[in-house]
């Protein structure tokens, strides 16, 4: 493992691996709908131990952002993106995004990195035994999805994972959607959420120094890897998009309780 001591001064060697990452993060968020922040924000806090909460959440957020955007452009040539629940979806998100930006520096760092191993370890256990137990499609799916996207945007701006890796499983799980339209429309609401979660960062002067040229280089990387992802991914069956991602969420979640 990479350790924060290697990544510092910020060097064109340090950019380019943030690049590197930033392509593989980028490339498989697209493939699994979930914007990439729930792997780069585990990443993050294990190469640098050192930063606070809202530091690495506001990396996450903005690199979510230029990921989803991406991202969402390559769905919408595909014409997957399903925009009536998507929109709707994206403006319930909007509060608690704003929310969680807020709240994050409230936290310790240890604290945060055992919030985010067992958040992380809940959702792939769900991912991958939920079939055994569908929930229920509602009827008006789009005023049950605007309830789970509130709760969404509030948690995923708090750990800085974009909110897709648990957007995705609610859209397939508890709403219905096709996995394939569930994964597009999940990154056109994240790049709603994370741009309002990164502008709050803004606001709040969490970006600064080393902060912002990580921030850019790996966002120069996850647009790329965003392009690369939607391609891949209309070569996968749903039932393989989402064993990917309950794998890397256990692998990631077992590392930080471990490191907590």
């Known amino acids: 493992m990479v350790t924060a001591s290697i990544l510092q001064p910020f060097t064109a060697w340090t950019a380019a691996l943030l690049v590197g990452i930033g392509f593989a993060v980028g490339a498989f968020g697209t ?3 979930a914007g ?9 806090l294990l190469l640098y131990p050192h930063d606070s909460p809202t530091t690495i959440t506001a990396i996450s957020l903005a690199v979510v952002f230029f990921n989803a955007a991406s991202g969402s452009a390559a769905y919408a040539r595909q014409r997957r993106i399903d925009y009536r629940s998507g929109i709707v979806f994206a403006l319930a998100t909007l509060p608690g995004a704003v929310g969680g930006a807020l709240v994050v520096g409230l936290v310790s760092r240890r604290v945060f990195d055992g919030i985010m ?3 992380l370890a809940v959702l792939a256990v769900w991912l991958a035994v939920g079939e055994r137990w569908p929930l229920a499609v509602p009827e008006n799916r789009l005023r049950r999805g605007a309830l789970y996207s509130l709760g969404v945007g509030f948690i995923s701006s708090f750990l800085g994972i974009g909110g897709g890796v648990i957007h995705v499983p609610l859209l397939v799980r ?9 994964t597009a429309t999940s990154h056109f609401v994240l790049a709603v959420m994370a741009g309002a979660g990164s502008i709050t960062h803004i606001v709040l002067g969490s970006f600064h120094g080393h902060g912002l040229r990580r921030t ?5 990387g996850v647009v790329l890897g965003a392009q690369f992802g939607a391609h891949v991914s209309l070569r996968l069956r749903g039932a393989v998009i989402q064993w990917l ?3 890397a969420l ?3 979640a077992a590392r930080l309780l471990l490191a907590a």
């Open 31 to 33: 493939v699994v709908g």
């Open 36 to 44: 990439g922040g729930f792997i780069l924000t585990p990443i993050l």
């Open 117 to 119: 191993g067992g958040v």
């Open 174 to 182: 508890a709403l219905g959607f096709p996995t394939h339209v569930a």
């Open 216 to 220: 850019v280089a790996l966002s120069a």
């Open 245 to 247: 991602l309950a794998v």
């Open 250 to 252: 256990l692998a990631l």
